[in-house]
C-alpha cells in the first residue's frame, strides 16, 4: 500500500508580500510592456502612425461638426487647437480603459500557469496608451506652430492632469478587468461605455456650452475637470475652466482608485480559477 501525496505549488506569504512582489517582478512588467508596444500595429501597412492619424481624423470630423456647422466658441485659441487640447486626455483614458479592462483575457495562458501578481497586467497595458498620448502631444505642438500660437506659462501644470487620468484609467481598469474575468459581457459594454463617455464629456466644446446651473452636476464626470484643466494650461483662459470640477476629478479618481485595487485583489485570487 503506497501513501500518495498532493503537492500544491501556491505564492509564499501571498498577503503579506504582494506589493513587495510587485517589485521584485518588474521585468515582467517591462516585458509585457515591451511586447503590448511591438504587437499593437503588428502587421499593420502603416504601423505606429495610425496613432497619429486617428486624432488627426479626429480633429476634422469635430471641426466640421462643432465649429463649421454649430459655430461653437474656442476663445483665443484656434478651435483645431482647442479640439486637440480636449481630445488628448480622453483618449488616453479611453485607449487606456479599453486596454486594461480586456488585459487579462488577452492574458489568460500567463495567469493560469504561473504566480505573479496579477496588477502587473492591467497596468503594463497602459503603457501603450502612454505613447499614443505623447506622439499626439507633438502634434499639438505642430499646431502651435502652424496657427503661430503661443501657450500659457500654465502648460507645465499639464502632467498633473495627465496623472488625474492616468490613475482614473488604473482604477476604472482595474475594476472592469477583474469583472470583465467573471463577466464575459463587460468586454461588450465597454465599447459603450467609452462611445458614451465621448459624448458626455467636453472634447468638441466648452464649459460655456454648459448652464451654469448645471455646472456642478456636470462635472461629476472626471474626465471634465481633466479636460477643461487641459485647456486651461494651454490657453490661460480662465472661461475655459470650473475649478470646483478639478476637486471633483481627484476625489471621484481617487475614489474609482481605491476601489480598483480593493475589488481587483479582492477578486484575484481566483482568476487562474476562472479564467
Known amino acids: 500500500m503506497s501513501d500518495k501525496f498532493e503537492i500544491i505549488i501556491e505564492p509564499k506569504k501571498l498577503e503579506k508580500n504582494y506589493w513587495t512582489d510587485l517589485w521584485r517582478y518588474r521585468e515582467l512588467f517591462y516585458i509585457l510592456s515591451w511586447r503590448d508596444l511591438k504587437v499593437r500595429y503588428k502587421q499593420?501597412?502603416?504601423g505606429v502612425a495610425w496613432s497619429v492619424i486617428k486624432p488627426v481624423l479626429t480633429i476634422?470630423?469635430?471641426?466640421?461638426?462643432?465649429?463649421?456647422?454649430?459655430?461653437?466658441?474656442?476663445?483665443?485659441?484656434?478651435?483645431?487647437v482647442f479640439v486637440l487640447a480636449g481630445l488628448l486626455p480622453w483618449q488616453f483614458f479611453s485607449n487606456a480603459f479599453v486596454e486594461s479592462s480586456n488585459s487579462l483575457i488577452g492574458n489568460e495562458k500567463l495567469i493560469s500557469k504561473i504566480y505573479f501578481p496579477r496588477l502587473i497586467i492591467p497596468v503594463s497595458s497602459i503603457i501603450t496608451s502612454i505613447v499614443d498620448f505623447l506622439l499626439s502631444f507633438v502634434i499639438l505642438l505642430a499646431l502651435f506652430v502652424f496657427y503661430q500660437f503661443l501657450p500659457s506659462w500654465k502648460i507645465i501644470l499639464v502632467p498633473i492632469f495627465f496623472l488625474i487620468s492616468f490613475l482614473f484609467s488604473i482604477g476604472t481598469g482595474l475594476w472592469v478587468a477583474?469583472?470583465?474575468?467573471?463577466?464575459?459581457?463587460?468586454?461588450?459594454?465597454t465599447p459603450f461605455i467609452v462611445q458614451f463617455g465621448l459624448y458626455i464629456s467636453p472634447v468638441g466644446f466648452g464649459l460655456n456650452m454648459i448652464p451654469e446651473k448645471y455646472?456642478?452636476?456636470?462635472?461629476?464626470?472626471?474626465?471634465?475637470?481633466?479636460?477643461?484643466?487641459f485647456r486651461w494650461c494651454i490657453s490661460g483662459d480662465r472661461s475655459l475652466i470650473y475649478f470646483p470640477s478639478i476637486f471633483l476629478s481627484v476625489f471621484?479618481?481617487?475614489?474609482?482608485?481605491w476601489i480598483g485595487v480593493s475589488q481587483f485583489r479582492k477578486m484575484e485570487k481566483s482568476f487562474a480559477d476562472i479564467i
Open 215 to 229: 455646472h456642478l452636476l456636470y462635472s461629476l464626470n472626471p474626465m471634465v475637470g481633466v479636460i477643461d484643466g
Open 178 to 189: 477583474a469583472l470583465n474575468v467573471k463577466y464575459r459581457d463587460f468586454r461588450y459594454i
Open 252 to 257: 471621484i479618481t481617487i475614489l474609482f482608485l
Open 44 to 46: 499593420t501597412i502603416i
Open 60 to 80: 476634422i470630423i469635430f471641426t466640421f461638426i462643432f465649429n463649421k456647422i454649430a459655430g461653437f466658441d474656442s476663445g483665443r485659441m484656434p478651435y483645431t
